[in-house]
């Protein structure tokens, strides 16, 4: 039976991994994400499943639609309204497909009749999940390095079924319009550097896909004991988080990962190990990084801080509260729309500080509570798996600073994934009890 277990586990993991990245493929995932999460929820409506960050994320869902429609109404801003309606999307699809998953889940272990508790049997299923998409990130990578060597090719991107809509004035469109396995660098004046994408439309919203990926796989490794596969995942993770480019992700998941090696270093030799595997990975970048320090990407961090001004400027000349429901573009000297680039001052644009404040409870406060939870407890599940709920927290919340939460549906089903687990594996044990 365990044998047999294990291999309908091993099926459905690969399944998931392929159905997103085909729906990636196709640029339908803001639509296939949704009814995804749909049928799962309803599927399984009778599996009984409650979380703390449920209620903020719905009001904040229903803020944006309330701030939307005054917009709308007030401004006549009909186009600008349309991004905040996909965000709107994004947020609903991505937690409705967080919950089915997780219900599915459990009524698998009821199903089968697991004596465990749940949340161990929680914690091998999503672990050998997020390792498999880690594997199959790992895949792209070779393929990518293979065409980039082959071919010289700064770009590797394949056209989706809304490639009608690549010249497109709606940003969010004309992401749709291509699915990218890289594209080139624009922070290396000496030569051309691929920038690797996963299961995203940009680098930088693939790396965080990638770091909660290996940080959940690396939970059930080190929980399990798998002190290898442990440190063969750290160490994929971070090839695969460096890749991307990304200055935001690779600086938070390796110093944050420091200091979760840290707090688990009782193993001597792990900790050897992947101090190891860190340097051998920057020794290797070392011409990459003397480049990069060099250059900097100083546009690009103006461009950021531009953002951030015009954005509380824009905040305290409109609705404080209600904020004015769409991100304005009327800037030509901005590159993109005003509450870009940050969450909080993305929600602080469009929905004010009604909609900051349940995105900073259900994002940031309570996923924290839930990591105090954890690190304090006396349970032996709590207390081991808790070092990588901290610095998987630590991350979501440090990368959300620079980036949105609510741009990417697969990158904010990944993110809400993470922590509604966080919120299950943080519980007192959890039985199953067969049908």
Same mark, same amino acid.
């Given at each position: 039976?365990?044998?047999?277990?294990?291999?309908?586990?091993?099926?459905?993991?690969?399944?998931?991994? #392929?159905?997103? +990245?085909?729906? @990636? /493929?196709? !640029?339908?995932? =803001? *639509?296939?994400?949704? %009814?995804? $999460?749909?049928?799962?929820?309803?599927?399984?409506?009778?599996?009984?499943?409650?979380?703390?960050?449920?209620?903020?994320?719905?009001?904040?869902?229903?803020?944006?639609?309330?701030?939307?429609?005054?917009?709308?109404?007030?401004?006549?801003?009909?186009?600008?309204?349309?991004?905040?309606?996909?965000?709107?999307?994004?947020?609903?699809?991505?937690?409705?497909?967080?919950?089915?998953?997780?219900?599915?889940?459990?009524?698998?272990?009821?199903?089968?009749?697991?004596?465990?508790?749940?949340?161990?049997?929680?914690?091998?299923?999503?672990?050998?999940?997020?390792?498999? #998409?880690?594997? +199959?990130?790992? @895949? /792209?990578? !070779?393929?990518? =390095? *293979?065409?980039?060597? %082959?071919? $010289?090719?700064?770009?590797?991107?394949?056209?989706?079924?809304?490639?009608?809509?690549?010249?497109?004035?709606?940003?969010?469109?004309?992401?749709?319009?291509?699915?990218?396995?890289?594209?080139?660098d624009w922070g290396f004046g000496?030569?051309?550097?691929?920038?690797?994408?996963?299961?995203?439309?940009?680098?930088?919203?693939?790396?965080?896909?990638?770091?909660?990926?290996?940080?959940?796989?690396?939970?059930?490794?080190?929980?399990?004991?798998?002190?290898?596969?442990?440190?063969?995942?750290?160490?994929?993770?971070?090839?695969?988080?460096?890749?991307?480019?990304?200055?935001?992700?690779?600086?938070?998941?390796?110093?944050?990962?420091?200091?979760?090696?840290?707090?688990?270093?009782?193993?001597?030799?792990?900790?050897?190990?992947?101090?190891?595997?860190?340097?051998?990975?920057?020794?290797?970048?070392?011409?990459?990084?003397?480049?990069?320090?060099?250059?900097?990407?100083?546009?690009?961090?103006?461009?950021?801080?531009?953002?951030?001004?015009?954005?509380?400027?824009?905040?305290?000349?409109?609705?404080?509260?209600?904020?004015?429901?769409?991100?304005?573009?009327?800037?030509?000297?901005?590159?993109?729309?005003?509450?870009?680039h940050s969450m909080p001052l993305?929600?602080?644009?469009?929905?004010?500080?009604?909609?900051?404040?349940?995105?900073?409870?259900?994002?940031?406060?309570?996923?924290?509570?839930?990591?105090?939870?954890?690190?304090?407890?006396?349970?032996?599940?709590?207390?081991?798996?808790?070092?990588?709920?901290?610095?998987?927290?630590?991350?979501?919340?440090?990368?959300?600073?620079?980036?949105?939460?609510?741009?990417?549906?697969?990158?904010?089903?990944?993110?809400?994934?993470?922590?509604?687990?966080?919120?299950?594996?943080?519980?007192?044990?959890?039985?199953?009890?067969?049908?």
């Amino acid at each position: 039976m365990p044998e047999v277990q294990r291999a309908s586990s091993s099926s459905d993991t690969r399944n998931w991994v #392929l159905f997103a +990245f085909i729906a @990636l /493929l196709l !640029g339908l995932e =803001i *639509l296939v994400v949704p %009814l995804a $999460g749909l049928y799962l929820s309803w599927t399984y409506r009778s599996v009984p499943y409650r979380s703390s960050l449920l209620l903020p994320i719905a009001a904040l869902v229903l803020a944006l639609a309330a701030a939307t429609v005054i917009g709308v109404v007030r401004d006549g801003a009909y186009d600008r309204a349309l991004s905040s309606i996909y965000s709107i999307g994004i947020l609903v699809g991505g937690t409705l497909l967080a919950i089915g998953t997780i219900k599915h889940l459990y009524r698998q272990a009821q199903n089968r009749h697991d004596p465990r508790d749940f949340r161990e049997v929680f914690l091998e299923q999503i672990g050998m999940l997020s390792h498999r #998409l880690l594997l +199959f990130c790992l @895949l /792209l990578f !070779g393929v990518g =390095i *293979l065409a980039f060597a %082959l071919t $010289g090719s700064e770009v590797l991107s394949f056209p989706t079924l809304l490639s009608g809509f690549a010249d497109s004035d709606t940003e969010m469109l004309r992401y749709l319009a291509s699915t990218r396995i890289y594209r080139p660098d624009w922070g290396f004046g000496s030569f051309a550097a691929p920038r690797f994408i996963y299961f995203a439309r940009w680098d930088t919203a693939g790396a965080i896909i990638v770091s909660l990926a290996g940080n959940l796989a690396a939970a059930y490794f080190w929980a399990d004991g798998r002190k290898r596969d442990f440190v063969l995942t750290e160490a994929v993770t971070i090839l695969l988080i460096v890749s991307t480019l990304s200055r935001t992700v690779i600086g938070i998941h390796i110093g944050v990962s420091v200091l979760t090696y840290l707090w688990i270093s009782r193993n001597r030799m792990v900790l050897g190990s992947l101090l190891l595997v860190f340097a051998s990975i920057l020794a290797g970048l070392l011409p990459l990084l003397v480049d990069f320090a060099s250059s900097f990407r100083q546009y690009s961090t103006n461009d950021r801080f531009d953002l951030y001004g015009a954005a509380l400027s824009q905040f305290i000349a409109g609705d404080p509260f209600l904020g004015l429901g769409y991100k304005p573009k009327d800037d030509p000297s901005l590159q993109y729309a005003v509450g870009s680039h940050s969450m909080p001052l993305s929600f602080l644009t469009r929905g004010g500080l009604l909609a900051l404040t349940f995105a900073i409870l259900a994002f940031w406060i309570l996923p924290v509570a839930r990591g105090v939870r954890s690190v304090l407890s006396h349970d032996p599940f709590k207390r081991k798996t808790a070092p990588f709920w901290v610095r998987g927290i630590a991350v979501v919340g440090a990368w959300s600073l620079f980036q949105e939460i609510d741009t990417s549906i697969l990158t904010y089903t990944a993110i809400i994934m993470f922590l509604l687990s966080v919120d299950l594996l943080s519980r007192r044990p959890i039985a199953i009890h067969p049908r």
